[in-house]
């Protein structure tokens, strides 16, 4: 992995417009040091960006950056296709990447994420071992080359170390799961401690267990009872059957599972939760827990779409999943856009009444949000906090005439995201990423062997 | 107006790749003659247009132009905010813009569609008259600003002459419905007549008698008498209040007005049906006659979902209607995508069982279906049809290691159109239109002024 040092330069930045908690301001610079937002102050010198706003680097909350190898190849009809399908697809390409490939093919989905503006990734990693399912000699060589495809594209990063142990309830996983198998909760755990040692500031780590199918109760009971630090992210009610399956084994709602557990609190996030069980905001709320929506993957898979108002109150991230599409203004808007065409009704949200209120609280979701849901000081453009930061440029035609930060949410696509910054480290420079090509060739190659 | 000349000069593209019906070709040359493809042949020189895709361009078959000036100013939450709150800020847009204006913004639409690879619009015409009422001294004044903006951009433009006549069910048009309304749906043919003479083959025209609400069933059976061979668009079904009020005028659903007055023929476009009747699928599949989706409006608007389910066998085309996004893929994959988050599976759409067959199924309702609902020769790369091409560059980060329609369809967005041609003549070159700075500055200046 490459080594990463705290930046010592100090930068300044004099964008157009920086985004603050109410919207575009003009005239103001952006000095930057050690890597974080040292100052917000009046502009000492001329506009360096024109025509461009500075925003928050974007946060896409969950991530299965290998899946990125399945994009163009699953859409179409295979007989009866759905979900289980399709993860069978998912299945095959997760046996068939060893570490190089799963190295390239993750740091394709980092720089397509760089190139749309994600500073930070929440990567639920579940790959751990050979395909036999023996370890590799160091047992987290996958975690490990995870992480570095990210720092090589440059971005941060929070590896989410899923604990997996079975198919579902009494049933051991398939051989296209061993993969992604612990033998026990403390090895799961011992892995978390392992990678908690990795000696880089834009590196993370965080506990995923998987979902209420495929890790028993007794091993949620011993995450809870580790008392870790860290986030704890889960799988929870993306499809139906899962709601089925977990009431069958436990009695409960899968949510109330981990709650019993004693793992939901304010570092919790339910990821999808596209089918909410009665009491199942309350739980969220009470606790501080956080669901994360991955509105283009839950389109994809036919899983349905996040009911925001059975959720209201409960702080929504935002996550690119299978990486059908990376594009977290999608993400964002969608989170209201479904919300109207499933109750027809404009604004379903109901922020600020402002002109930017909504938009303000879609791009929350884009960024503080999903940093705070990963334990991450970014996500805002504040004193202290990270320098991840992106400019886009509201000279396009898309924003003429237009409201930018409405325009921005509601129209707005990747190409829009001139520069990125991570620790205030150019990562995209006049919408390029200086190692497109060598990432773009290995990728290929390695697609083209599974 | 400029004036329009087929283009007399013969042209060759020789694209990476070419769209034909079952997918991408390689070694296929485009001859360009007058203004159509002449040939579709072997290669006889090196490619010129590396890495790129040639596909026939989008079209657009319902937009409202000027509504493009509503972008970014109407996401907000003001009180109870809904179909009806939105309208009354499009009509105040509507009674504020001079032929300048209709002119310009009109132009800003229209080059942003171009952008975005769309060839030809279907525009739904209404604004008529002075903001009083009065007829312009030329009466079709604000048609012929329309149509120019189109031709000044390069597309082309079937324009659909909008007829219209009250509120509602005895109510008369309101103030701010004063430019739309004829007082005769004579006036409307005779307007139609008029337009029809129009000396450019890039423009054409059609009828649209608005919807059951604004048009009165008389007319509707005067416009079918007219026996004209145009294409028929309306407005039908896309709030479910429509449907109330229909049935209480004329106990019978929209669709269903619209036949027993003779208008639902293979000329006729049902615009939304977002909430179809009972037997419209049989009504529009014995007729031969289409649907128009326009999903991202219908989603801002809180309409609904489009049932695809309730309407196979029928020939579902493409619009951006509002203009709250200018993006045709969006609008194609979302026909399919929604229909997932509503039915919960995948691959609701039924095409041909091979690896593109859903990305063609989805592209035909951005292209072909278009061109027959608007009764233009294009959508297609056929020898004879126009020569509206867009190219694609399949070397971005997006298609890396994936197959390259769905990606395109389920991927894409705008930017990747780097070229486009209308009748053979270049109007996007390298992503950029030469008139966009003017078009811009006019636009924003007419908008400003609003």
């Known amino acids: 992995m490459d080594s990463y040092h705290i930046p010592k330069s100090r930068r300044i930045l004099r964008p157009q417009w920086v985004l603050g908690p109410e919207g575009l301001r003009s005239g103001i610079e952006v000095v930057i040091e050690a890597g974080r937002v040292a100052q917000l102050r009046a502009q000492t010198g001329p506009v360096d960006l024109p025509g461009h706003a500075l925003l928050p680097g974007f946060v896409n909350a969950h991530s299965h950056a290998f899946q990125r190898g399945l994009r163009g190849h699953v859409q179409w009809r295979q007989g009866s296709d759905d979900f289980r399908t399709w993860r069978e697809r998912m299945y095959a390409l ?71 142990h079975r198919a579902g309830a009494g049933r051991p996983p398939t051989p296209a799961q061993r993969r992604f198998v612990d033998p026990t909760p403390e090895r799961a755990l011992d892995a978390l401690t392992r990678l908690q040692k990795l000696d880089d500031p834009a590196v993370s780590v965080g506990l995923a267990p998987h979902s209420v199918r495929a890790v028993p109760a007794p091993w949620l009971r011993t995450f809870a009872e580790a008392r870790l630090d860290v986030p704890v992210h889960a799988h929870v009610a993306e499809q139906p059957f899962e709601l089925e399956e977990c009431r069958a084994e436990h009695g409960a709602d899968p949510l109330a599972v981990f ?112 940093a705070r849901a990963l334990g991450v000081d970014a996500g805002r453009i504040a004193v202290g906090a990270w ?64």
């Not at 990734?121 to 987290?140: C, I, K, Q, R, S």
């Not at 199942?280 to 993957?297: H, I, K, Q």
């Not at 930018?404 to 696509?413: D, W």
């Open 259 to 370: 709650e019993r557990a004693g793992l939901v609190d304010d570092r919790f996030c339910a990821v999808h939760l596209t089918w909410p069980a009665e009491g199942d905001r309350e739980r969220l709320r009470a606790a501080g827990a956080r669901v994360c929506a991955c509105p283009s993957t839950e389109l994809d898979l036919g899983d349905g779409f996040l009911p925001v108002d059975k959720l209201e109150g409960v702080e929504v991230c935002l996550g690119s999943d299978s990486h059908a599409l990376i594009d977290p203004l999608f993400e964002a808007r969608a989170l209201e856009l479904h919300a109207r065409g499933v109750q027809g009704r404009r604004n379903v949200l109901s922020p600020p009444d402002a002109p930017d209120g909504l938009a303000l609280r879609l791009l929350d979701a884009a960024t503080a949000h999903g």
């Open 387 to 450: 320098a991840d930061l992106v400019a886009v440029d509201l000279r396009d035609p898309v924003f003429a005439g237009a409201r930018p930060l409405p325009t921005l949410v509601f129209c707005g696509h990747p190409r829009l995201v001139r520069a990125v910054w991570v620790a205030g480290e150019p990562v995209v420079t006049e919408g390029q990423h200086p190692q497109a090509p060598a990432i773009l060739e290995a990728a290929e190659a390695a697609l083209r062997a599974t």
């Open 94 to 164: 997760a046996t068939g990447l060893d570490p190089d490939g799963v190295e390239a093919v993750s740091a394709l989905a980092f720089l397509e994420m760089a190139l749309a503006g994600i500073t930070t990734v929440g990567e639920f990693h579940y790959l751990h071992h050979n395909p036999d399912g023996a370890p590799y000699a160091d047992p987290d060589e996958l975690a490990r080359r995870v992480i570095a495809a990210a720092r090589r594209v440059g971005l941060r990063i929070c590896l989410l170390r899923v604990a997996y």
